[in-house]
């Protein structure tokens, strides 16, 4: 699965103990994260992490754009409430694109640590099935285009 990491400047600790703590879980997926928090995730960790631009700098919006491509699985996005109204223009539109493409998304550490683990259950499997860029779904592309 590919799962986008974003924490705002005061939950970028947390979402680095959250890593932590669930690193066997996330090191069997594809991550890409904003700048600062890829970097505080992989150095404490050890994961693989796709560095982005810094959030400020357009990295939520390559987010968005894989998010809209249906190129993301799961979303992690531990926002500050208490940011300004601009940011909260920016998570606004994530959420959004999220519900149209049917994308599952935490804002908060509960629902990020429920959302992992249905994915290590395997609970979000559907998403292979939506998702064309999918391992699944490009093997069925492959079987096509060689049968």
Same mark, same amino acid.
């Given at each position: 699965?590919?799962?986008?990491?974003?924490? +705002?400047?005061?939950? =970028?600790?947390?979402?680095?103990?959250?890593?932590?703590?669930?690193?066997?879980?996330?090191?069997? +997926?594809?991550?890409?994260? @904003?700048? &600062?928090?890829? =970097?505080?995730?992989?150095?404490? @960790?050890?994961?693989?992490?796709?560095?982005?631009? /810094?959030? &400020?700098?357009?990295?939520? *919006?390559?987010?968005?754009?894989?998010?809209? !491509?249906?190129?993301? *699985?799961?979303?992690?996005?531990?926002?500050?409430?208490?940011?300004?109204?601009?940011?909260?223009?920016?998570?606004?539109?994530?959420?959004?694109? !999220? *519900?149209?493409?049917?994308?599952? #998304?935490?804002?908060?550490?509960?629902?990020?640590? #429920?959302? #992992?683990? /249905?994915?290590?259950?395997? *609970?979000?499997?559907?998403?292979?099935?939506?998702?064309?860029?999918?391992?699944?779904?490009?093997?069925?592309? =492959?079987?096509? @285009?060689?049968?």
């Amino acid at each position: 699965m590919e799962i986008a990491i974003i924490a +705002h400047d005061m939950k =970028k600790e947390l979402m680095t103990q959250f890593c932590i703590a669930y690193c066997g879980i996330l090191s069997k +997926h594809n991550l890409c994260a @904003t700048s &600062i928090t890829a =970097k505080y995730i992989s150095e404490a @960790t050890g994961l693989k992490i796709e560095h982005l631009l /810094a959030g &400020i700098q357009g990295g939520k *919006d390559q987010i968005a754009a894989r998010i809209a !491509c249906n190129e993301i *699985d799961l979303l992690l996005y531990l926002k500050d409430a208490r940011k300004d109204a601009k940011s909260n223009e920016h998570a606004n539109e994530l959420l959004r694109l !999220c *519900d149209e493409y049917n994308i599952p #998304v935490a804002t908060n550490i509960a629902t990020a640590e #429920v959302l #992992v683990m /249905a994915l290590d259950r395997g *609970d979000l499997d559907w998403r292979n099935f939506v998702n064309p860029r999918s391992a699944y779904n490009r093997s069925k592309q =492959k079987e096509k @285009t060689e049968g």
